[in-house]
């Protein structure tokens, strides 16, 4: 079974434009993780965020955590045609080591 | 190239047959893990190893599937009697002896039972 559930679960947006993607997850974390999926290729490190932080920032990426509710959002700045991919969201449990995944979100830039 | 690589990138067999993939960690790396990804889907854990040994199996790996890890270098995933629903994008990724660390992923071994 999964741990997160991510919303939307597809996104078409125009060049420039703003792209956010919401993660909910089940249990306690240690931390949450975002990753990059090009279609047909393996995935790709974005961003961690500890679970004693809330806001995280890395280049056009900006990252919260919100453990009151079990949930992240990932915002895209300024998009490009290359941010198209799939985008998940993963978990590491309180007590474990492995990451568990969400569906993803597919995101489409427009050019 | 000093990342995770995998072997073969696709795999087309027929029902039955047995397939196998390897997966070569980055060097310095003790942890390996296998995930499966279906269409549309996350990746889902299969099995982790900590240098050569073999921590956790998912429900997901039935008998048909086994998992090694010699000497804590490369690993291999081998199924056998290949099924349908065995059909999937299987990928390998490593990371630092570290619990909370990131994982680095290979592009995937795309299997394709007929």
């Known amino acids: 079974s999964q741990q997160g559930e991510e919303d939307p679960q597809a996104l078409s947006i125009q060049e420039g434009e703003n792209a956010t993607m919401n993660c909910s997850y089940k249990?306690?974390?240690?931390?949450l993780q975002w990753y990059r999926q090009n279609s047909g290729r393996g995935l790709v490190h974005l961003i961690l965020i500890r679970s004693n932080e809330r806001e995280k920032h890395s280049g056009r990426l900006r990252v919260t955590l919100d453990t009151s509710k079990k949930s992240s959002s990932l915002l895209i700045t300024a998009s490009r045609a290359a941010d198209t991919a799939s985008y998940f969201c993963a978990t590491v449990p309180v007590n474990d080591y492995k990451l568990s995944f969400g569906a993803g979100t597919t995101v489409t830039v427009r050019a | 190239d000093t990342g995770v690589s995998q072997d073969p990138r696709h795999k087309i067999t027929k029902r039955g047959q047995n397939v196998t993939f390897r997966c070569d960690p980055i060097?310095?790396?003790?942890?390996l893990y296998w995930y499966r990804q279906t269409l549309g889907q996350g990746p889902e854990f299969l099995t982790y190893f900590q240098n050569e040994a073999q921590l956790e199996k998912s429900r997901l790996l039935s008998d048909r599937f086994s998992a090694e890890r010699p000497k804590g270098s490369f690993s291999t995933l081998e199924i056998q009697r290949t099924e349908q629903g065995d059909s999937a994008m299987y990928l390998c990724?490593?990371?630092?002896?570290?619990?909370?660390?990131?994982?680095?992923f290979g592009e995937g071994s795309r299997l394709t039972v007929l």
């Open positions: 990724a490593s990371s630092r002896d570290r619990v909370t660390g990131e994982l680095f």
């Open positions: 060097s310095e790396h003790n942890r």
């Open positions: 249990t306690s974390i240690n931390n």
